[in-house]
């Protein structure tokens, strides 16, 4: 080696989502004592001072995608026989679960293990049920409204049956999950929710119950609804350090939310008929 001659190291690849979590944890809270908890000054927590961005970035990327398909009708430049809807829906599972965890990561720190696999094994599961649910879709745009036989039937229940039932199984266990990390790894930072993180409840609660009304499939996402509350419940008894966690509290609001969006809409219109059949989309 010449004399003065120095070996650079490279520089790690740090995946955009790990970037975006870290910037959202200050450095203060982003290792944890034992207890789960990030102790300031005097003993007061350390609050994540950014981290209600990622919960109001999860909530909007949330609102905006799943109903992306429903609003832009218009023709695809680049191929006339899809809709920007369509196109758009194609980013739908990368974002919101790319910010999902991000948003855990933030919260919890670290996420692998068997709560690792279990996150990519509901990734899969919602991309498998989206992802034909965004094929048979934008194929049935294509066939005559009232056109009959075995090829629409088909195509009508990969779209609206089979597809949707794979897909809101993985949504409507998401805030499950989101609870069950918290339970299992402990939040990093005793921060309470502010109003930031309330109203991205809000927007992520109606956003759930809309959608499962528009998917046909109440009877399906509002048992897991009611179970995430059961176990928020048992959390709010068993586990008291979880209930400042802005987390639990985003979980919670949002499912008390979406339940009722469920009730209120079957009360009024006795039962669950789709936005589209109303007349809202």
């Given at each position: 080696?010449?004399?003065?001659?120095?070996?650079?190291?490279?520089?790690?690849?740090?995946?955009?989502?790990?970037?975006?979590?870290?910037?959202?944890?200050?450095r203060r809270?982003?290792?944890?004592?034992?207890?789960?908890?990030?102790?300031?000054?005097?003993?007061?927590?350390?609050?994540?001072?950014?981290?209600?961005?990622?919960?109001?970035?999860?909530?909007?990327?949330?609102?905006?995608?799943?109903?992306?398909?429903?609003?832009?009708?218009?023709?695809?430049?680049?191929?006339?026989?899809?809709?920007?809807?369509?196109?758009?829906?194609?980013?739908?599972?990368?974002?919101?679960?790319?910010?999902?965890?991000?948003?855990?990561?933030?919260?919890?720190?670290?996420?692998?293990?068997?709560?690792?696999?279990?996150?990519?094994?509901?990734?899969?599961?919602?991309?498998?049920?989206?992802?034909?649910?965004?094929?048979?879709?934008?194929?049935?745009?294509?066939?005559?409204?009232?056109a009959s036989?075995?090829?629409?039937?088909?195509?009508?229940?990969?779209?609206?049956?089979?597809s949707h039932?794979?897909?809101?199984?993985?949504?409507?266990?998401?805030?499950?999950?989101?609870?069950?990390?918290?339970?299992?790894?402990?939040?990093?930072?005793?921060?309470?929710?502010?109003?930031?993180?309330?109203?991205?409840?809000?927007?992520?609660?109606?956003?759930?119950?809309?959608?499962?009304?528009?998917?046909?499939?109440?009877?399906?996402?509002?048992?897991?609804?009611?179970?995430?509350?059961?176990?928020?419940?048992?959390?709010?008894?068993?586990?008291?350090?979880?209930?400042?966690?802005?987390?639990?509290?985003?979980?919670?609001?949002?499912?008390?939310?979406?339940?009722?969006?469920?009730?209120?809409?079957?009360?009024?219109?006795?039962?669950?008929?789709?936005?589209?059949?109303?007349?809202?989309?």
């Amino acid at each position: 080696m010449a004399p003065g001659l120095r070996i650079r190291r490279p520089r790690a690849v740090i995946p955009a989502t790990a970037r975006l979590a870290a910037w959202a944890t200050p450095r203060r809270s982003r290792r944890a004592p034992s207890d789960g908890g990030h102790a300031g000054p005097g003993g007061a927590a350390t609050a994540p001072r950014r981290s209600w961005i990622l919960f109001v970035l999860f909530s909007v990327i949330y609102a905006f995608f799943i109903s992306a398909p429903a609003l832009f009708h218009q023709e695809f430049p680049l191929r006339r026989d899809i809709e920007w809807g369509d196109v758009l829906d194609i980013a739908t599972p990368l974002l919101v679960f790319a910010t999902a965890w991000a948003l855990m990561r933030a919260s919890v720190g670290s996420l692998g293990g068997r709560l690792g696999f279990a996150f990519l094994l509901l990734a899969l599961v919602w991309t498998q049920g989206q992802g034909m649910h965004l094929a048979a879709n934008s194929i049935q745009h294509q066939v005559p409204e009232n056109a009959s036989g075995a090829l629409p039937d088909l195509i009508h229940f990969y779209d609206e049956q089979l597809s949707h039932y794979i897909w809101y199984l993985g949504a409507g266990l998401l805030p499950l999950f989101f609870l069950v990390v918290l339970w299992r790894r402990r939040p990093v930072s005793d921060a309470r929710a502010g109003p930031a993180v309330l109203l991205a409840a809000v927007l992520y609660g109606v956003t759930l119950g809309l959608s499962s009304i528009e998917a046909a499939v109440v009877p399906l996402t509002f048992s897991f609804f009611v179970l995430t509350l059961v176990f928020a419940a048992f959390l709010y008894r068993s586990a008291p350090p979880l209930r400042r966690a802005a987390l639990f509290t985003f979980c919670l609001t949002a499912v008390a939310v979406a339940i009722g969006v469920l009730v209120g809409w079957g009360a009024y219109h006795g039962g669950w008929p789709e936005l589209s059949d109303v007349g809202l989309i």
